[in-house]
Every structure is written in C-alpha cells, then in structure tokens.
C-alpha cells in the first residue's frame, strides 16, 4: 500500500497561489486515482479534486469555479494541486488519498477515499483577507 505525504501549505494574501505537492512511497502512484481534500476548523472534510490512475480524468469541486488544478507527475511520484486565486474560504488542512472512483470522457466521478486509505498530517493552507 502507498504512503502519501502532503507538503506546499502556507500563508498567502487572497488572490495569491500555492502549489501543493502529494508524493507516495511504498508503492507507484501510477496504480491509484487519487484525490485531494479539506477540513476546515468546525466543518467535515470535503473533496476538493481527484484524478483518475492512468486515463487522466479529473473532477473538481464546484465551489472551486476553475481556480484549481491537478496533475499526476508519474516520475516523480507525486500529485500536484496548483492553486490560484486563493480565498479566505479555502483555508484549511489539505490532504490527499487513494480515491476510488469512474473516470470517462476526461471526467472523474464518484470519487471517495479507498477503504484502505490512510489520512496523512495534511499540510495547512491558511488565505488571510
């Protein structure tokens, strides 16, 4: 099973960016979707973007409106989400997972954590206003 550690958190002004990165060990992430998510203080984690293991079909939050996006790194082993034009209401504990899902037509739906994932310590991404 692949060990996914998240990193690439940090204080940015609203409209700034940041890119996260996920990179897993233990195993290649050329055999898992795989997909982000966030906790915000008081609320339940919530996806915010997966990426299927080999076709490439993506899905997205709706409240993102285009301001995110994720891409696979095969050869280095890891998954990137590069934000844009970030708001106070992204901020939050970002962590990615092995998701499952279906991935058609460069879409990624139904995307949900495997069963066997574990939760990493999330990297922090705090927007001030």
């Known amino acids: 099973q692949v060990q996914l550690v998240e990193s690439g958190g940090g204080l940015v002004p609203a409209g700034g960016s940041l890119r996260l990165s996920c990179v897993g060990s233990g195993d290649t992430l050329e055999d898992y979707a795989v997909g982000w998510f966030r906790q915000a203080p008081g609320k339940a984690r919530e996806v915010v973007s997966c990426i299927s293991r080999t076709d490439g079909g993506r899905s997205y939050a709706d409240s993102l409106q285009g301001r995110f996006t994720i891409y696979k790194e095969n050869t280095q082993n890891m998954v990137s989400l590069q934000m844009n034009d970030l708001k106070p209401e992204d901020t939050a504990i970002y962590y990615c997972?092995?998701?499952?899902?279906?991935?058609?037509?460069?879409?990624?739906?139904?995307?949900?954590?495997?069963?066997?994932?574990?939760w990493g310590q999330g990297t922090q991404v705090t927007v001030s206003s």
């Open positions: 997972a092995t998701v499952a899902g279906t991935s058609s037509g460069g879409n990624f739906y139904l995307c949900q954590p495997r069963r066997d994932n574990s």
